[in-house]
Protein backbone atom coordinates (compact mmCIF):
# COMPACT_ATOMS: atom_id res chain seq x y z
CA UNK A 1 0.00 0.00 0.00
CA UNK A 2 1.41 3.21 -0.74
CA UNK A 3 0.91 5.51 1.99
CA UNK A 4 -0.43 9.04 0.99
CA UNK A 5 0.88 10.54 4.01
CA UNK A 6 4.54 10.95 5.62
CA UNK A 7 4.66 7.82 8.48
CA UNK A 8 8.36 7.30 9.03
CA UNK A 9 8.29 8.77 12.39
CA UNK A 10 6.99 5.39 13.11
CA UNK A 11 9.53 3.46 11.49
CA UNK A 12 11.62 1.65 14.46
CA UNK A 13 8.03 1.72 16.38
CA UNK A 14 7.44 -2.25 17.75
CA UNK A 15 10.12 -3.25 15.80
CA UNK A 16 12.02 -6.40 17.33
CA UNK A 17 8.66 -6.51 19.80
CA UNK A 18 7.39 -10.44 18.99
CA UNK A 19 4.10 -8.38 20.86
CA UNK A 20 3.61 -5.79 19.17
CA UNK A 21 1.07 -7.13 16.43
CA UNK A 22 1.93 -5.45 13.72
CA UNK A 23 -0.14 -5.69 10.45
CA UNK A 24 0.90 -6.66 7.63
CA UNK A 25 0.32 -4.46 5.02
CA UNK A 26 0.70 -0.83 5.22
CA UNK A 27 4.20 0.12 6.33
CA UNK A 28 5.14 2.51 8.41
CA UNK A 29 1.47 3.00 8.57
CA UNK A 30 0.35 -0.32 10.21
CA UNK A 31 3.11 0.69 13.02
CA UNK A 32 1.11 3.59 13.60
CA UNK A 33 -2.03 1.48 13.97
CA UNK A 34 -0.13 -1.23 16.25
CA UNK A 35 1.19 1.54 18.99
CA UNK A 36 -2.27 0.50 20.65
CA UNK A 37 -2.06 -1.99 23.27
CA UNK A 38 -5.27 -2.42 23.68
CA UNK A 39 -5.54 -1.24 27.32
CA UNK A 40 -8.81 -0.58 27.33
CA UNK A 41 -8.53 3.17 29.05
CA UNK A 42 -9.78 4.44 26.22
CA UNK A 43 -13.49 2.74 26.89
CA UNK A 44 -13.32 4.43 30.56
CA UNK A 45 -15.31 7.77 31.19
CA UNK A 46 -13.54 10.44 33.02
CA UNK A 47 -12.68 13.80 32.37
CA UNK A 48 -10.32 15.14 29.55
CA UNK A 49 -11.53 14.59 25.69
CA UNK A 50 -11.05 11.36 24.93
CA UNK A 51 -13.40 9.96 23.06
CA UNK A 52 -16.54 11.93 22.13
CA UNK A 53 -17.72 9.23 19.84
CA UNK A 54 -17.34 6.35 22.34
CA UNK A 55 -19.00 8.91 25.03
CA UNK A 56 -22.17 8.94 23.29
CA UNK A 57 -22.38 5.74 22.08
CA UNK A 58 -21.22 3.57 24.53
CA UNK A 59 -20.06 1.14 21.56
CA UNK A 60 -16.79 -0.06 21.73
CA UNK A 61 -16.26 -0.22 17.87
CA UNK A 62 -16.36 3.69 18.35
CA UNK A 63 -13.24 4.06 20.70
CA UNK A 64 -9.72 4.48 19.36
CA UNK A 65 -9.46 1.32 20.97
CA UNK A 66 -11.93 -0.52 19.06
CA UNK A 67 -11.38 1.47 15.45
CA UNK A 68 -7.05 -0.02 15.69
CA UNK A 69 -9.05 -3.30 16.46
CA UNK A 70 -10.93 -3.28 13.35
CA UNK A 71 -8.02 -1.76 11.73
CA UNK A 72 -5.86 -4.30 12.37
CA UNK A 73 -8.11 -6.86 11.52
CA UNK A 74 -8.27 -5.49 7.36
CA UNK A 75 -5.10 -4.61 7.62
CA UNK A 76 -3.38 -7.95 7.90
CA UNK A 77 -6.15 -9.54 5.21
CA UNK A 78 -5.95 -7.13 2.28
CA UNK A 79 -5.78 -3.49 0.34
CA UNK A 80 -9.28 -4.27 -0.79
CA UNK A 81 -10.44 -5.24 3.00
CA UNK A 82 -8.89 -1.82 4.15
CA UNK A 83 -10.46 0.03 1.68
CA UNK A 84 -14.18 -1.60 1.66
CA UNK A 85 -14.63 -3.13 5.27
CA UNK A 86 -18.16 -1.79 6.20
CA UNK A 87 -17.47 -2.09 9.83
CA UNK A 88 -14.20 -0.01 9.61
CA UNK A 89 -16.27 2.65 7.24
CA UNK A 90 -18.73 3.06 10.49
CA UNK A 91 -15.57 3.27 12.68
CA UNK A 92 -13.86 6.17 11.10
CA UNK A 93 -17.13 8.01 10.41
CA UNK A 94 -17.94 8.83 13.70
CA UNK A 95 -14.41 9.66 14.76
CA UNK A 96 -14.13 13.39 14.97
CA UNK A 97 -10.48 13.82 14.94
CA UNK A 98 -10.33 15.39 18.14
CA UNK A 99 -6.91 14.37 19.12
CA UNK A 100 -7.89 13.40 22.04
CA UNK A 101 -6.11 9.92 22.02
CA UNK A 102 -3.09 11.51 20.79
CA UNK A 103 -2.71 13.40 23.72
CA UNK A 104 -4.43 11.23 26.19
CA UNK A 105 -3.94 7.71 25.11
CA UNK A 106 -1.00 5.87 27.18
CA UNK A 107 0.61 5.34 23.80
CA UNK A 108 -0.39 8.44 21.86
CA UNK A 109 -2.42 6.03 19.71
CA UNK A 110 -3.15 9.33 16.61
CA UNK A 111 -6.40 8.27 14.95
CA UNK A 112 -6.95 12.05 13.86
CA UNK A 113 -4.09 11.52 12.07
CA UNK A 114 -5.13 7.44 10.86
CA UNK A 115 -8.35 9.11 9.40
CA UNK A 116 -6.63 11.03 7.50
CA UNK A 117 -4.70 8.61 5.61
CA UNK A 118 -7.59 6.19 5.55
CA UNK A 119 -9.71 8.99 3.46
CA UNK A 120 -7.28 9.43 1.36
CA UNK A 121 -6.88 5.86 0.31
CA UNK A 122 -10.84 5.75 0.05
CA UNK A 123 -10.37 9.22 -1.99
CA UNK A 124 -8.31 6.82 -4.96
CA UNK A 125 -11.34 4.31 -4.99
CA UNK A 126 -14.52 6.35 -5.17
CA UNK A 127 -14.76 10.56 -5.96
CA UNK A 128 -15.68 12.69 -3.02
CA UNK A 129 -19.44 13.99 -2.60
CA UNK A 130 -20.68 17.36 -3.97
CA UNK A 131 -21.15 18.45 0.21
CA UNK A 132 -17.67 16.98 1.03
CA UNK A 133 -15.64 19.01 -1.96
CA UNK A 134 -18.02 22.20 -1.41
CA UNK A 135 -17.16 21.98 2.39
CA UNK A 136 -13.41 21.12 1.79
CA UNK A 137 -13.09 23.86 -0.01
CA UNK A 138 -15.29 26.55 1.29
CA UNK A 139 -13.06 29.03 2.42
CA UNK A 140 -11.37 29.10 -0.61
CA UNK A 141 -14.79 29.15 -2.51
CA UNK A 142 -16.61 31.75 -0.34
CA UNK A 143 -13.58 34.36 -1.29
CA UNK A 144 -13.37 33.42 -4.61
CA UNK A 145 -17.20 33.44 -5.14
CA UNK A 146 -18.90 36.15 -3.04
CA UNK A 147 -22.17 35.07 -3.95
CA UNK A 148 -22.08 31.98 -1.68
CA UNK A 149 -21.64 34.39 1.13
CA UNK A 150 -25.87 35.67 0.21
CA UNK A 151 -26.99 32.46 -0.51
CA UNK A 152 -25.60 31.12 2.84
CA UNK A 153 -27.33 34.11 4.69
CA UNK A 154 -30.64 33.26 2.41
CA UNK A 155 -30.07 29.67 2.74
CA UNK A 156 -29.71 30.33 6.78
CA UNK A 157 -33.29 32.29 6.81
CA UNK A 158 -35.54 30.26 4.29
CA UNK A 159 -37.23 27.14 5.76
CA UNK A 160 -37.15 26.09 2.31
CA UNK A 161 -33.96 26.08 1.29
CA UNK A 162 -32.92 24.39 4.22
CA UNK A 163 -35.00 21.43 3.67
CA UNK A 164 -33.66 21.26 -0.62
CA UNK A 165 -30.07 21.58 1.23
CA UNK A 166 -30.31 18.29 3.46
CA UNK A 167 -32.30 16.17 0.40
CA UNK A 168 -30.07 18.27 -2.02
CA UNK A 169 -26.64 17.92 -0.66
CA UNK A 170 -27.23 16.30 2.93
CA UNK A 171 -26.46 19.88 4.67
CA UNK A 172 -28.55 19.08 8.19
CA UNK A 173 -31.83 21.55 7.96
CA UNK A 174 -32.04 22.20 11.25
CA UNK A 175 -28.58 24.05 11.68
CA UNK A 176 -27.50 27.25 10.88
CA UNK A 177 -24.69 27.43 8.57
CA UNK A 178 -21.66 30.14 9.80
CA UNK A 179 -22.11 33.50 8.12
CA UNK A 180 -19.24 35.68 6.55
CA UNK A 181 -18.61 38.84 8.27
CA UNK A 182 -20.08 41.99 6.45
CA UNK A 183 -16.44 43.26 6.12
CA UNK A 184 -13.47 39.64 6.75
CA UNK A 185 -10.00 40.87 7.83
CA UNK A 186 -7.97 41.98 5.28
CA UNK A 187 -6.13 45.11 5.34
CA UNK A 188 -4.17 47.35 2.86
CA UNK A 189 -1.30 47.79 5.11
CA UNK A 190 1.32 44.94 5.33
CA UNK A 191 3.18 46.21 8.77
CA UNK A 192 2.21 47.60 11.71
CA UNK A 193 4.12 49.85 14.21
CA UNK A 194 4.08 48.98 17.59
CA UNK A 195 1.71 51.73 19.97
CA UNK A 196 4.48 51.43 22.90
CA UNK A 197 7.97 50.85 23.48
CA UNK A 198 8.55 47.13 24.01
CA UNK A 199 10.07 46.78 27.70
CA UNK A 200 13.10 44.81 26.67
CA UNK A 201 13.61 48.60 25.08
CA UNK A 202 14.85 46.63 21.79
CA UNK A 203 13.17 46.74 18.16
CA UNK A 204 10.21 43.94 17.96
CA UNK A 205 8.84 42.28 15.38
CA UNK A 206 5.76 39.49 14.65
CA UNK A 207 3.82 37.89 12.39
CA UNK A 208 -0.04 37.87 12.90
CA UNK A 209 -1.44 35.46 10.79
CA UNK A 210 -4.82 35.49 10.34
CA UNK A 211 -6.27 32.17 8.89
CA UNK A 212 -9.57 32.00 6.68
CA UNK A 213 -11.69 31.33 9.65
CA UNK A 214 -10.93 34.27 11.27
CA UNK A 215 -10.52 36.61 8.85
CA UNK A 216 -13.70 35.53 6.99
CA UNK A 217 -15.80 34.71 10.32
CA UNK A 218 -15.09 36.93 13.27
CA UNK A 219 -12.46 39.10 11.67
CA UNK A 220 -12.67 41.10 15.58
CA UNK A 221 -10.58 38.67 16.67
CA UNK A 222 -7.64 39.48 14.28
CA UNK A 223 -8.50 43.55 14.54
CA UNK A 224 -8.20 43.08 18.29
CA UNK A 225 -4.91 41.02 18.32
CA UNK A 226 -3.37 43.17 16.29
CA UNK A 227 -3.98 46.15 18.32
CA UNK A 228 -3.32 44.26 21.76
CA UNK A 229 0.46 42.99 20.18
CA UNK A 230 0.98 46.44 19.05
CA UNK A 231 0.64 48.38 22.37
CA UNK A 232 2.67 45.28 23.86
CA UNK A 233 5.35 47.09 21.57
CA UNK A 234 5.58 44.98 18.56
CA UNK A 235 5.63 45.63 15.22
CA UNK A 236 3.28 43.67 13.41
CA UNK A 237 3.53 42.25 9.98
CA UNK A 238 0.16 40.81 9.00
CA UNK A 239 -0.54 37.50 6.36
CA UNK A 240 -4.05 37.01 5.28
CA UNK A 241 -5.93 35.07 2.82
CA UNK A 242 -5.13 37.73 0.20
CA UNK A 243 -1.89 39.26 1.21
CA UNK A 244 -0.76 37.74 -2.29
CA UNK A 245 -2.61 39.14 -5.19
CA UNK A 246 -3.63 35.93 -7.70
CA UNK A 247 -3.59 33.46 -4.80
CA UNK A 248 -5.73 32.65 -1.76
CA UNK A 249 -3.71 31.61 1.07
CA UNK A 250 -5.33 29.12 3.48
CA UNK A 251 -3.98 26.69 6.00
CA UNK A 252 -5.46 24.07 4.02
CA UNK A 253 -7.43 22.28 7.30
CA UNK A 254 -10.74 21.81 5.63
CA UNK A 255 -8.91 19.82 2.83
CA UNK A 256 -6.96 17.22 5.01
CA UNK A 257 -10.25 16.79 7.02
CA UNK A 258 -11.74 15.08 3.54
CA UNK A 259 -8.24 13.41 2.77
CA UNK A 260 -7.38 15.69 0.59
CA UNK A 261 -3.66 15.41 0.95
CA UNK A 262 -2.31 16.99 -2.88
CA UNK A 263 -4.39 19.54 -2.41
CA UNK A 264 -3.58 20.55 1.01
CA UNK A 265 0.24 20.22 -0.11
CA UNK A 266 -0.45 22.78 -2.79
CA UNK A 267 -1.90 25.39 -0.35
CA UNK A 268 0.43 24.28 2.46
CA UNK A 269 3.52 24.78 -0.09
CA UNK A 270 1.59 28.58 -1.23
CA UNK A 271 1.50 29.28 2.33
CA UNK A 272 4.93 28.56 3.70
CA UNK A 273 6.16 30.39 0.51
CA UNK A 274 4.50 33.68 1.88
CA UNK A 275 5.51 33.38 5.29
CA UNK A 276 9.26 32.15 4.19
CA UNK A 277 10.84 35.54 4.51
CA UNK A 278 9.76 36.24 7.95
CA UNK A 279 10.78 32.75 9.41
CA UNK A 280 14.17 33.43 7.82
CA UNK A 281 14.01 36.24 9.74
CA UNK A 282 12.81 34.38 12.53
CA UNK A 283 9.65 35.56 13.69
CA UNK A 284 7.18 33.86 15.45
CA UNK A 285 3.98 33.49 13.44
CA UNK A 286 1.24 34.03 15.46
CA UNK A 287 -2.24 32.19 14.59
CA UNK A 288 -5.61 33.06 16.62
CA UNK A 289 -7.82 29.97 15.19
CA UNK A 290 -6.32 26.57 17.20
CA UNK A 291 -6.67 24.09 14.16
CA UNK A 292 -6.02 26.02 11.36
CA UNK A 293 -2.47 26.88 13.30
CA UNK A 294 -1.89 24.06 15.20
CA UNK A 295 -1.76 22.15 11.29
CA UNK A 296 1.22 24.29 10.45
CA UNK A 297 2.94 22.90 13.58
CA UNK A 298 1.60 19.09 13.18
CA UNK A 299 -0.01 17.94 9.94
CA UNK A 300 2.49 20.03 7.50
CA UNK A 301 4.95 18.02 8.80
CA UNK A 302 3.58 14.86 7.75
CA UNK A 303 2.69 16.28 4.13
CA UNK A 304 6.43 15.88 3.40
CA UNK A 305 7.04 19.67 2.72
CA UNK A 306 11.19 19.87 3.51
CA UNK A 307 12.98 22.02 5.70
CA UNK A 308 11.00 25.11 5.20
CA UNK A 309 7.38 23.18 6.79
CA UNK A 310 10.36 22.26 9.89
CA UNK A 311 11.12 25.88 10.09
CA UNK A 312 7.53 27.05 10.06
CA UNK A 313 6.54 24.36 12.52
CA UNK A 314 9.06 25.59 15.10
CA UNK A 315 7.62 29.52 14.77
CA UNK A 316 4.32 29.02 14.41
CA UNK A 317 2.27 29.93 18.30
CA UNK A 318 -1.16 30.09 19.44
CA UNK A 319 -1.65 33.97 20.33
CA UNK A 320 -2.46 32.27 24.04
CA UNK A 321 1.08 30.54 24.21
CA UNK A 322 2.64 34.17 22.52
CA UNK A 323 0.99 36.09 25.30
CA UNK A 324 1.78 33.84 28.22
CA UNK A 325 5.54 33.31 27.14
CA UNK A 326 5.68 37.07 26.77
CA UNK A 327 4.32 37.47 29.91
CA UNK A 328 7.56 35.39 31.72
CA UNK A 329 9.93 37.22 30.35
CA UNK A 330 8.05 40.15 31.67
CA UNK A 331 6.58 42.02 28.60
CA UNK A 332 2.71 42.01 27.43
CA UNK A 333 2.05 44.12 30.87
CA UNK A 334 -1.14 45.54 29.55
CA UNK A 335 -2.92 48.63 31.00
CA UNK A 336 -5.97 46.77 31.96
CA UNK A 337 -8.64 48.16 33.96
CA UNK A 338 -9.20 46.28 37.63
CA UNK A 339 -12.80 44.94 37.17
CA UNK A 340 -13.88 46.63 34.17
CA UNK A 341 -15.18 42.90 32.99
CA UNK A 342 -17.64 42.70 35.95
CA UNK A 343 -19.45 39.66 34.32
CA UNK A 344 -18.26 35.92 35.12
CA UNK A 345 -16.23 34.38 31.99
CA UNK A 346 -16.29 30.55 30.85
CA UNK A 347 -13.97 29.59 28.85
CA UNK A 348 -14.30 26.50 26.45
CA UNK A 349 -11.40 24.95 24.91
CA UNK A 350 -10.64 23.85 21.18
CA UNK A 351 -9.82 19.80 21.11
CA UNK A 352 -6.87 20.73 19.36
CA UNK A 353 -5.76 23.47 22.18
CA UNK A 354 -6.25 20.88 24.76
CA UNK A 355 -4.27 18.12 22.62
CA UNK A 356 -1.24 20.37 23.15
CA UNK A 357 -1.99 21.90 26.83
CA UNK A 358 -2.36 25.22 25.37
CA UNK A 359 -5.67 25.64 28.40
CA UNK A 360 -2.49 26.35 30.89
CA UNK A 361 -1.56 29.40 28.37
CA UNK A 362 -4.72 30.58 28.49
CA UNK A 363 -5.62 30.46 32.39
CA UNK A 364 -2.02 32.17 32.43
CA UNK A 365 -3.31 34.87 30.61
CA UNK A 366 -6.18 35.13 32.18
CA UNK A 367 -4.95 35.80 35.42
CA UNK A 368 -2.95 38.77 34.09
CA UNK A 369 -5.77 40.81 33.77
CA UNK A 370 -6.93 41.83 37.62
CA UNK A 371 -10.22 41.22 38.95
CA UNK A 372 -11.42 39.08 36.11
CA UNK A 373 -13.86 35.76 37.23
CA UNK A 374 -12.87 33.09 34.94
CA UNK A 375 -13.29 28.95 35.17
CA UNK A 376 -13.30 26.56 32.51
CA UNK A 377 -15.60 24.49 31.03
CA UNK A 378 -15.10 20.47 31.83
CA UNK A 379 -15.94 19.24 28.29
CA UNK A 380 -15.20 17.08 25.47
CA UNK A 381 -15.60 17.89 21.98
CA UNK A 382 -17.97 20.73 21.04
CA UNK A 383 -19.43 18.08 18.43
CA UNK A 384 -19.04 20.87 15.51
CA UNK A 385 -15.47 18.76 14.43
CA UNK A 386 -15.00 21.02 11.54
CA UNK A 387 -18.26 20.49 9.41
CA UNK A 388 -19.44 16.95 11.23
CA UNK A 389 -22.00 19.06 13.00
CA UNK A 390 -23.42 20.40 10.03
CA UNK A 391 -23.95 17.32 8.50
CA UNK A 392 -27.39 15.75 7.93
CA UNK A 393 -26.21 11.90 9.31
CA UNK A 394 -24.17 13.19 11.68
CA UNK A 395 -26.15 16.18 13.50
CA UNK A 396 -27.38 13.78 16.22
CA UNK A 397 -24.27 13.10 17.60
CA UNK A 398 -22.72 15.99 17.50
CA UNK A 399 -25.61 17.44 19.64
CA UNK A 400 -25.10 14.51 21.83
CA UNK A 401 -21.38 15.31 22.08
CA UNK A 402 -22.38 18.88 22.67
CA UNK A 403 -24.82 17.87 25.46
CA UNK A 404 -22.22 15.83 27.09
CA UNK A 405 -21.27 18.95 29.64
CA UNK A 406 -20.80 21.83 27.02
CA UNK A 407 -24.49 22.65 26.78
CA UNK A 408 -25.24 21.87 30.50
CA UNK A 409 -22.59 24.07 31.54
CA UNK A 410 -23.89 27.10 29.29
CA UNK A 411 -27.32 26.04 30.34
CA UNK A 412 -25.83 26.81 34.42
CA UNK A 413 -23.86 29.78 33.80
CA UNK A 414 -25.53 33.18 34.39
CA UNK A 415 -27.45 35.07 31.51
CA UNK A 416 -24.69 37.45 31.65
CA UNK A 417 -21.78 35.15 31.50
CA UNK A 418 -19.20 35.69 28.55
CA UNK A 419 -18.01 33.08 27.09
CA UNK A 420 -14.51 32.91 25.67
CA UNK A 421 -14.07 29.97 22.51
CA UNK A 422 -11.00 30.27 19.92
CA UNK A 423 -11.92 27.38 17.60
CA UNK A 424 -14.02 28.57 15.05
CA UNK A 425 -16.14 25.58 14.93
CA UNK A 426 -16.92 25.66 19.14
CA UNK A 427 -18.11 28.89 18.47
CA UNK A 428 -20.63 28.08 16.23
CA UNK A 429 -21.65 24.91 17.63
CA UNK A 430 -22.52 27.18 21.39
CA UNK A 431 -24.59 29.55 19.65
CA UNK A 432 -26.94 26.84 17.59
CA UNK A 433 -26.93 24.35 20.92
CA UNK A 434 -26.91 26.72 23.29
CA UNK A 435 -27.72 30.30 21.81
CA UNK A 436 -24.73 31.76 23.53
CA UNK A 437 -22.42 34.13 21.34
CA UNK A 438 -18.48 33.67 21.90
CA UNK A 439 -15.66 36.05 21.25
CA UNK A 440 -12.14 35.13 21.22
CA UNK A 441 -9.34 35.46 24.00
CA UNK A 442 -7.79 38.54 22.57
CA UNK A 443 -11.20 40.25 22.30
CA UNK A 444 -12.12 39.34 26.37
CA UNK A 445 -8.53 41.13 26.68
CA UNK A 446 -9.20 44.24 24.59
CA UNK A 447 -12.22 44.72 26.62
CA UNK A 448 -10.63 44.42 30.04
CA UNK A 449 -8.47 47.78 28.55
CA UNK A 450 -9.52 52.08 29.24
CA UNK A 451 -12.13 52.86 26.29
S1 LIG B 1 -6.10 3.43 21.93
FE1 LIG B 1 -4.70 3.87 23.64
S2 LIG B 1 -6.02 3.88 25.46
FE2 LIG B 1 -7.19 2.86 23.81
S3 LIG B 1 -6.74 0.71 24.05
FE3 LIG B 1 -5.23 1.51 22.60
S4 LIG B 1 -3.44 2.03 23.84
FE4 LIG B 1 -5.16 1.81 25.28
S1 LIG C 1 -9.37 11.44 17.43
FE1 LIG C 1 -10.96 11.84 19.01
S2 LIG C 1 -12.83 10.93 18.14
FE2 LIG C 1 -11.11 10.08 16.99
S3 LIG C 1 -10.63 8.19 18.06
FE3 LIG C 1 -9.28 9.76 18.93
S4 LIG C 1 -10.40 10.50 20.75
FE4 LIG C 1 -11.89 9.37 19.47
Redesign the pocket.
Known amino acids: MKTELDWSDYKDSGMGDAYADIPKIGGDFAKAVAVCIRSGV?EQHGRG??????RVTENPLL??GG?VTVLKKVLNDSEDAFLKDKELAEAMDL????????RECENN?D??QI?IEYLAQKNKLEPLSLRSKLFAWSSILLYRYPILRTLIRLRNRSSLLRWLGEKTFGIAAKVALPEVAEKPFQPEEVTYMPLAPHPSGEAKEVVLWADSFSSLFDPKQAEDALYLLRLAGFQVHIVHPLSHRGTILDSGRALLTFGLVDETRQVAKQLIGSLLPFLNADMPIIGLEPSSLLMLRDEYKTLGLGENALKLAKHAVLFEEFVSAELTRGGFNLPYIDGKIAKPVLVHGH?HEKAIGAMKSIRRVLKSVPGLDFSFIESS?CGMAGTFGLEAEHVEYSHQMAQQALVPALQAAPPEALVVSNGFGCAHQIRVTSGRSTCHLATLLRQALAE
Open positions: CVMCPSFSPRCVACKGCKVMAKCC
